[in-house]
C-alpha cells in the first residue's frame, strides 16, 4: 500500500525489451533507498512494481506485457521523469488516502489553466471509471493523492498548488498527456456491495455490543 504522497521524481534510466515484456531500469534521484530490500514494492507513477536490483541510487522492475498495455508505462522513454513512492509503514503518516498502486486505467490530461498561484487541472476518463469519481472524494493520479474539486460526465477536475506541481512529474505533463488513474478503494467496495443485491449495514452483533441497538 502507498499513500499518494511522492517522495521524489526519478528519470527513466533505461528499458530493455524482454520478449515481450520490458525491464525497466529508474534513477531515484535523491530517494533513499536504504531500509528497501529485494522484492519490496516501489511506486513508480503511481503503478506498484517489486524491485529486483537496487542500486545506491536506482532500482529495476520488470513490468509485465499486461501493465505496459494498461498503463502509461508502456508510453515511457529514458529520460521520461516518474513520481516514485516507497510502500507504505503501519508506523508512517497517512498525509494522502490508501493507495494500492494497482490502476484503473488511464487518463487524459484536457486543460491546465493558471488560478492564482496555484493551476486547475481538468482530466477525462473511461465511462467505467468515472462513475468511482466524486466531487471532494480522492483520486490518485500519476501516483499522487488529489482532491476532486467537480465533476461533469467523463471529466473532473482538480487544484495543483505549486509545490505539487514542482515536487511531481505533473511538471512535465501537457494536455493531451496520458495519466494513470487509480479510484479510491472505498468506491469499489462499496459498488462490490451494492451489486451484491445487498445493502450495506453493520453487524447487528456488533451495534447491540457497543449500545447502538
Request: glycine share 10%.
Amino acid at each position: 500500500m502507498f499513500t499518494g504522497i511522492i517522495q521524489t521524481v526519478g528519470r527513466v534510466a533505461r528499458l530493455e525489451p524482454r520478449g515481450g515484456d520490458v525491464r525497466l531500469h529508474v534513477d531515484t534521484a535523491d530517494l533513499d533507498l536504504a531500509d528497501v530490500q529485494l522484492g519490496d514494492s516501489i511506486a513508480v507513477s503511481g503503478v506498484c512494481l517489486t524491485a529486483i536490483t537496487l542500486e545506491p541510487r536506482g532500482f529495476s522492475a520488470d513490468v509485465s506485457n499486461e501493465t505496459l498495455s494498461l498503463t502509461s508505462l508502456g508510453q515511457l522513454k529514458a529520460g521520461d521523469p516518474v513520481n516514485l513512492e516507497k510502500a507504505l509503514r503501519l508506523a508512517d503518516r497517512l498525509g494522502g488516502h490508501l493507495v494500492s498502486g494497482h490502476v484503473d486505467g488511464l487518463g487524459k490530461v484536457v486543460s491546465i489553466t493558471p488560478d492564482g498561484r496555484s493551476q486547475r487541472w481538468t482530466f477525462e476518463v473511461p465511462a467505467a471509471i468515472s462513475r468511482y469519481i466524486a466531487a471532494k472524494g480522492s483520486v490518485c493520479i500519476d501516483g499522487t493523492s488529489l482532491t476532486v474539486n467537480e465533476v461533469a460526465g467523463s471529466r473532473f477536475g482538480v487544484n495543483l498548488i505549486p509545490h505539487t506541481v514542482e515536487h511531481t512529474a505533473f511538471h512535465a505533463r501537457r494536455a493531451g498527456d496520458a495519466v494513470n488513474i487509480e479510484v479510491d478503494v472505498i468506491a469499489r467496495y462499496v459498488e462490490r456491495l451494492l451489486a451484491s443485491g445487498g445493502t450495506p449495514r453493520l453487524d447487528e452483533a456488533f451495534l447491540k455490543q457497543h449500545g447502538f441497538a
